[in-house]
Each structure stands twice: as structure tokens, then as C-alpha cells.
């Protein structure tokens, strides 16, 4: 059974309909990649199975349960872990309590107020830090970090919740081929432990990590199958070669 | 490594604290100012003190939670109605009774409002908070002043003094000192609660409260759990008022109080707990000063006005802002890296 099912899920902003009918189906441990042309869909696929949109017609399903309807913090509740495209790392927060705070969230208030975790969170948050390479600047403010390294950041906030399915929405945005490279060695150790939905441009580097592709464009599927049932697919090759 | 990873171990910073110093200096002056001053400003002072409780739950709203509260004088006002029902008509003066009262009465209302206000389906904008609670004590407000039961537009009167077992606070020393405590106690309990790991949820808020609802925090529930905590606060503070002052009337829960707490908030230093406290002592100190001014006395509080909007408007975090680093106001939430430090084995034997 599949950890993530996504059927006829639509949405539409105005006059554009952004997602027309998006069948995708995602099954655990493994890395699921959403390419495509810009506009394609794919970043509003990602929100809508997060809960950032709410899909206007479709059901998603997640881990048994439907989750269509429910609100992102519902979500994330249940496993869902999301890191968006535009960085939002908490700027005036240090790097140690962006990831404190991104641990604590199952705590009860009670707990919260009493800081509870506190002692319980910090190895876990020491072994992120030096798993993300982060730990010299542990004490700095986030939006202090370089960009890459607050990539890097946010991608620990997300795993730190130990989620069953992580979407990652271009990861290596701005980042060197050298930092993408490293970034591909930090993310393939998350796949004993949860699933991966990864939106990116640079098809080496998501052909690289991913098992699976479905292509997008015009908020449809237009392909979807191994990475080299994707790379042999003419329709793909003729998306690819005349529109990007 | 990767470049990004390459920015080597940076020297610990341990720039001087000044949270620290303030509250030295600021508990020294409470406790010394009654043996410096006259019985007069002893009074005034302990009217302070009350106030810089309100203007504390104001904080708490707005410094630390995003809510921009224009109400919290309903919480105060009602406390003081409700202790100061309780003396009239039955004779219940207990200070025991009375102090537990009057946070019941602000913690109901708070709820009250908060539910309407805070725990929609959506995170609801600031103007509709802000415009929620201004009606809100504006409604209040005009209620009892039409309400003679409560004596109207005359407000009304705590004949009775505030008692612990048989002795009598009248306003003074004794009274001066037992608010001064409990503005100590309010004091520890908001600092405690905003340098929690839930203080720490209420500062990633401020920042971006979308980030905190895909982590799966319920941003309404802490930002209503601390709306209530600070209604609580401002109706204790009403309660301890009604008896400072033998009366309470229709302004005490109105809009020229609420707009009081937000200025005190803002002038002292919102987000800080301790500027609320200053903003209280330097607005009430210049009214005090420039109404007994021959030269300004028929038009004070218009260079008040003046004062406040030249330091609202230029020094946005407030009087403690000239001293306080933003980096300090925010603070840090975990144990640190100290225990890294300390035990090597996580860090560069790479045996983690």
C-alpha cells in the first residue's frame, strides 16, 4: 500500500488551473521526484499535499487516513514534514533553537511551559547539528548562515520531527554544484527511515537520488515511472527539449 | 568539504547582559523607595506598581504573542467591579479571596474574548484583534456607565479596606509593599513562561507563524493560552486597584486605560517585560511632574502626547531599546552547546 495517494486532485487560482486531475502515488522508503517546466504544477502539488493550498477537488490520502481537508499543522501531526522553497528559517532565533523548535512540537503545552524536553532534545539536536555539518555555528543567529547552509537548516528542521514523508521543495536552490553534491550525501541516509518528495530543477541531481519521477506540465501528469523509464519516456524528451 | 561547511569554529561572543542589570537596579529602587520618599508618593508609586501589572499583560499580548490587544483595560475594570461588588454587597474584603477573585474575573473574560477572537478557523489579522478588543472595552465601558446597579456613570465606591485576617491595607507602606511583591511574583511567572520552550514557540511566531503550523503547532491555542494567562494578570492588577483607590468607575475598563497599557508597552520596550515596568514609571512620572508645571499645566498632556510619539515613532523598541541588543531581548531557549563542549564524544571523534 502506498504511504502518499494523490487522485484527481485539482486546484485553480482565478483563471488558471494550476492542477487538473494529478494522480501520484508514493510508497514508503523511497524518493519520489516532481520535475517539470516552470509552472508546471509542481510546487502547488507540493503545498497541496502539505496544506499550505487545499486541494479543490481530489482526495489525498495519507497513511490510511484522508487528509484532504485537514489544516497543515493536522498534517504535520501525522507525519507530514515540508520544506518550502523560499527559506523560512526563523532569522532571529539561533541555529540550536530553530532546531529545538522544530522537535518540540508533539510536546503537550504543559510540558512546554515546565521545558520539559529541554535535556531530552539537546542530543538530538547536537547530533543534527553535526550531521548537517552545523554545529560550529550552533550559538549563531539563523539568518546569519549563508544561504546554502540554511538550506541545509531547514532540511534538518524538517527531519528532526522524524517524519513519514519528507517534501522538499528545490533544496538546492542557489546552491553550488559542490553544495548540491553534499547535499545529495545528507539527504540519501533519511531513506531507511521516510519517504521522499522532492520538487528540483537540476534533473542530475534528482536523477541521482530519486527511485521513482513523475513528470508534470500544465498541472497534469504528463509521465510517471523509474528514473529510466522517465529518461527513455518521448514524451518527456519533447517537453524537455522544446519548452525548457 | 563544501564550501558552506567551511566557516570554521567561531569565537564565543559574551557580550555584556543587561537584562540582569536593570532588574538589579529596578528591585533595589523597590524596595528602597519607600524609605526615600514621602507617604504621598508612596501611594502614587504603589499606583504605579498596580498599573506596571497591567501594562505587563499587555506585553505578553503584543511584545511576545503578535496580539495587538487594545482591550486589556475590560480585564482590569471588571476584576474591580466584580471585588468591588463583592465588598459592597456582601462584605468579602479577604485579601485571600479577593486576589484569586479578581484573576478569575480577568481570566473568564479573556477566555470570553479570546474564543471569539482568536480561536477561528483562520489565524486571525492584527487590525481584527486589535479592533476586536478596542470594542470590546469600548462596549464595556458604556455598559456600566449606563448601569446604576454598578453606580453608572459615577462608578463606584469600595468603602471597606482590603484585610488580611483582621488587619486592615490601607493604601500605604504595608499596601505599597504586598503589591510590590506580587508585581515580583507576576514578574517571575511571565519571565518563567516566555523563556520556556513555550517562550520559545511564541518567538518563532512573532517571526512566522506560518513556519510553526508545518511543524504542527496549533498557533491560535498558544497565542489564546496567553491571552488568557494576561487577562488573568490584568485582572489581578484591577482588583489590587479598586482597593488602592477605594473606587472604580466606568474608565478603568475603557478605551483611555487600554490605550495606557499599549503606550506604556510601547514607550518602555515591548517584548521585554521589564520595559512595560519602565514605560509605566516614565509616563506616569512626567504626567505627575508636567501637570504641577506652571508653564505647561493647562495644556500637559499634549507635550506628553508629544514625548511619546517622538520616542514611539524613532526608537521602536522603546526606552530599554537604547540599551538592550535585539539579540538579548529575543534570548536563547536551549541548554546551549556548553554540554558539547564538555562531552567531546558527539562532536570530533566522529564516533556519533
Excluded at chain 1, 32 to 47: A, E, Q, R, V
Excluded at chain 1, 171 to 181: D, F, L, Q, V
Excluded at chain 2, 39 to 64: E, H, N, P
Aim: glycine share 10%; proline share 3%.
Amino acid at each position: 500500500m502506498a504511504l502518499l495517494e494523490v487522485q484527481g486532485v485539482g486546484k485553480t487560482f482565478g483563471a488558471l488551473r494550476a492542477l487538473d486531475g494529478v494522480d501520484v502515488s508514493v510508497r514508503a522508503n523511497t524518493f519520489h521526484g516532481l520535475i517539470g517546466p516552470n509552472g508546471s504544477g509542481k510546487s502547488t502539488l507540493l503545498k497541496a499535499i502539505a496544506g499550505a493550498h487545499l486541494a479543490d477537488d481530489g482526495t489525498i490520502t495519507f497513511d490510511g487516513s484522508d487528509i484532504t481537508k485537514m489544516r497543515a499543522a493536522d498534517r504535520a501531526r501525522r507525519g507530514l514534514s515540508l520544506k518550502f522553497q523560499i527559506t523560512a528559517v526563523l532569522p532571529e532565533l539561533s541555529v540550536y533553537d530553530n532546531l529545538l523548535l522544530s522537535i518540540q512540537a508533539d510536546e503537550p503545552v504543559w510540558a512546554l511551559v515546565r521545558s520539559r524536553s529541554r535535556g531530552e532534545a539537546h542530543d538530538r539536536v547536537m547530533d543534527a547539528l553535526e550531521r548537517f555539518r552545523l554545529a560550529d555555528r550552533a550559538d549563531d543567529l539563523a539568518g546569519e548562515l549563508s544561504h546554502g547552509l540554511q538550506q541545509w537548516l531547514e532540511i534538518a528542521m524538517a527531519l528532526m520531527r522524524r517524519p513519514k514523508l519528507l517534501l522538499l521543495d528545490e533544496p538546492t536552490g542557489g546552491m553550488s554544484p559542490e553544495e548540491r553534491r553534499a547535499t545529495g550525501e545528507l539527504l540519501m541516509p533519511i531513506k531507511a527511515d521516510c519517504a521522499l518528495v522532492i520538487v528540483e530543477h537540476d534533473l542530475d541531481f534528482i536523477k541521482d537520488i530519486c527511485d521513482h519521477l513523475t513528470v508534470l506540465d500544465q498541472g497534469r501528469v504528463l509521465d510517471d515511472g523509474t528514473v529510466a523509464e522517465i529518461e527513455a519516456s518521448p514524451k518527456v524528451q519533447e517537453v524537455y527539449t522544446t519548452r525548457v | 568539504m563544501a564550501d558552506i561547511a567551511q566557516s570554521g569554529p567561531k569565537i564565543a561572543r559574551r557580550p555584556t547582559r543587561v537584562i540582569p542589570i536593570v532588574e538589579a537596579v529596578l528591585l533595589a529602587l523597590l524596595i528602597a523607595m519607600p524609605l526615600l520618599v514621602s507617604d504621598f508618593l508612596t501611594v502614587i508609586i504603589t499606583r504605579m506598581i498596580i498599573l506596571a501589572m497591567l501594562a505587563i499583560s499587555f506585553d505578553l499580548c503584543w511584545g511576545y504573542s503578535g496580539i495587538m490587544t487594545f482591550g486589556q483595560a475590560l480585564y482590569f475594570g471588571m476584576a474591580g467591579y466584580v471585588v468591588a461588588l463583592l465588598a459592597n454587597k456582601t462584605g468579602f474584603v479577604q485579601f485571600w479571596g479577593v486576589i484569586p477573585i479578581g484573576m478569575a474575573t480577568g481570566l473568564l473574560a479573556a477566555l470570553f474574548i479570546g474564543w471569539f477572537l482568536l480561536l477561528g478557523k483562520r489565524t486571525p489579522e492584527i487590525i481584527f484583534v486589535a479592533l476586536g478588543t478596542l470594542t470590546a472595552s469600548y462596549a464595556a465601558e458604556r455598559m456600566v456607565a449606563g448601569w446604576q446597579w454598578v453606580g453608572a456613570g459615577n462608578g463606584m465606591s469600595v468603602f471597606d479596606f482590603l484585610k488580611i485576617g483582621d488587619y486592615e491595607l490601607e493604601p500605604g507602606i504595608v499596601f505599597y509593599y504586598i503589591a510590590a511583591a506580587i508585581l515580583v511574583l507576576v514578574y517571575l511567572a511571565s519571565r518563567y513562561l516566555v523563556r520556556s520552550q513555550f517562550g520559545l514557540v511564541l518567538a518563532g511566531m512573532r517571526q512566522n507563524e506560518e513556519r510553526l503550523a508545518f511543524f504542527g503547532y496549533k498557533v491560535q491555542v498558544f497565542k489564546a493560552l496567553v491571552f488568557c494567562f494576561a487577562g488573568m494578570i490584568a485582572g489581578l492588577s484591577g482588583a489590587l486597584y479598586a482597593y488602592h483607590e477605594g473606587f472604580i468607575g466606568p474608565g478603568s475598563m475603557g478605551i483611555v486605560l487600554s490605550t495606557y497599557a499599549v503606550l506604556y508597552g510601547l514607550f518602555g520596550g515591548a517584548g521585554t517585560l521589564l520595559g512595560p515596568i519602565i514605560g509605566v514609571i516614565a509616563i506616569e512620572s512626567i504626567s505627575f511632574t508636567l501637570s504641577d508645571l506652571d508653564a505647561v499645566k493647562s495644556f500637559w498632556p499634549v507635550v506628553l502626547g508629544v514625548i511619546l510619539l517622538v520616542v514611539v515613532a524613532y526608537k521602536p523598541t522603546g526606552l530599554l531599546g537604547f540599551v538592550l541588543s535585539q539579540r538579548e531581548r529575543i534570548g536563547t531557549f536551549g541548554i546551549g552547546t556548553a554540554r558539547r563542549d564538555a562531552n567531546p564524544r558527539k562532536s570530533d571523534d566522529g564516533a556519533a
